[in-house]
């Protein structure tokens, strides 16, 4: 069972499946059936899947938090390597969109519930690119 050590001795427990560019699942709190999707995408990506902390197979230690999650995704991908997207699932939306948002180099797009948002080439200008206009779409 792979699991990623952090800082203060919590493990999030994460799956990588496929091969090809990589997709980031954010996963809802209340842990979605991932099975079809992953099924769908892994014949031509490399999916990575994680489970929150407190969430199953993860550490049951916290903060809870957005920052602490945040934190936890970024080390992940930073593990596993840069992804084209991150999926966004329920709550998973706001460390997909904050993690895009802070690290371009990592995450170069994010899907979530009926929309999509990306940066062209590192572009940093227009509506996708606006740090305000993402914060509004999670609030």
């Given at each position: 069972?792979p ?8 493990q ?8 090809g ?17 992953v099924?769908q995408?892994?014949?031509?990506r ?33 593990e ?31 899907v ?14 227009g ?13």
């Open positions: 069972m699991s990623l050590a952090r800082p203060d001795g919590a999030v427990y994460w799956e990588q499946h496929g091969e560019p990589g997709v980031l699942i954010c996963n809802t709190f209340n842990l979605a059936p991932l099975d079809a999707l099924e995408l892994a014949p031509s490399r999916v990575v899947i994680y489970e929150a902390r407190g969430l199953a197979r993860s550490s049951k230690q916290g903060p809870y938090d957005l920052a602490t999650g945040l934190e936890d995704a970024e080390a992940l991908i930073e596993t390597g840069p992804v084209e997207v991150a999926f966004g699932f329920g709550d998973g939306t706001h460390r997909a969109i904050r993690l895009a948002d802070s690290r371009p180099d990592l995450v170069e797009r994010v979530f519930t009926s929309s999509a948002l990306g940066r062209e080439s590192g572009e940093r200008s509506f996708a690119a606006s740090t305000e206009v993402l914060y509004a779409l999670m609030s």
